[in-house]
């Protein structure tokens, strides 16, 4: 074999173990977007929203409708990483989102399950794409949204298609797009240094962990979700509560659990749902987790 034919088929080997080493590291980063979500399904008690223990302030969904969706998008998120890989511009992006909103309203019967974790966690997985599999802080990944895509995020028109694109809009508030766009400052800010906080106060109880975390964001977010339900008023309500809740030690106090089911319930009775902040918890989880997968 000439030395022309080893060298091509050595190339040949280094460039296959490159492509393999790329579908591993989409497959990885979509597993972990998926266990982020059904973690934040998972997390209990977390005021107005679907869990295993019941369905919160929705009559549409429950905790399997929920995990139905989660399982139909999961492939789009590898999606996403692999059109990172190949720096992708935000068309592309879109619609791989796009579809993978189509996936999951056939998944769930036509119910709006994930469509704000699809944009932001669908962002940071063409994000971790663009980066692969290199180490940096959950911080630095959030940050990269803002630098790789901010502009265009911040540049596309308004959504009025959804409940909380019309509350935005009314209220003047920025939502998610405006959450993305700025590389989620209200997770590096407040979502992150919650969760850390929570596992050092629980350090054998992630849930309780995630519960400090939701409460956290509830406390400071203008959640899209809360004011299509319940206006102005009802985001004043839930803050409130939320802070309330914090300022009595959070999940370091040792009745914390009593406390947020009361939040629940009255939330429940007044058919609050923070969709928002559930969106942000599962974001959060998802950076945290990738900031310590490599």
Known sequence: MSKLRRRGRISDLGLQDTLNASVLWAERVADLAHAALIDELETWPKPG?????????????????????????????????????????????RAIGLRAEAAMLAATGGVNAHRGAIFSLGLICAGAGVAGPVPASAEARAEAVARLWGGAIAGAPASTDSHGGRAARRYGVGGASAEAAAGFPTIRAVGLPALRLGRVHAPDDPEAARVQCFFALLAVLDDTNLLHRGGADGLTRARDAATAFLEAGGIAAPDWRDRAV??????????????????LLATTLFLDALSREV
């Open 49 to 93: 929203l679907v869990s295993p223990v019941d369905s919160g302030s929705h009559h549409d969904m429950d905790a399997g409708t929920l995990r139905r969706s989660a399982a139909a998008i999961r492939p789009y998120f590898a999606a996403l990483v692999a059109a990172g890989r190949r720096d992708a511009g935000m068309n592309e992006l």
């Open 262 to 279: 009361a939040i629940h319930r009255g939330f429940v009775a007044a058919r609050l749902s923070p969709g928002g902040c559930a969106d």
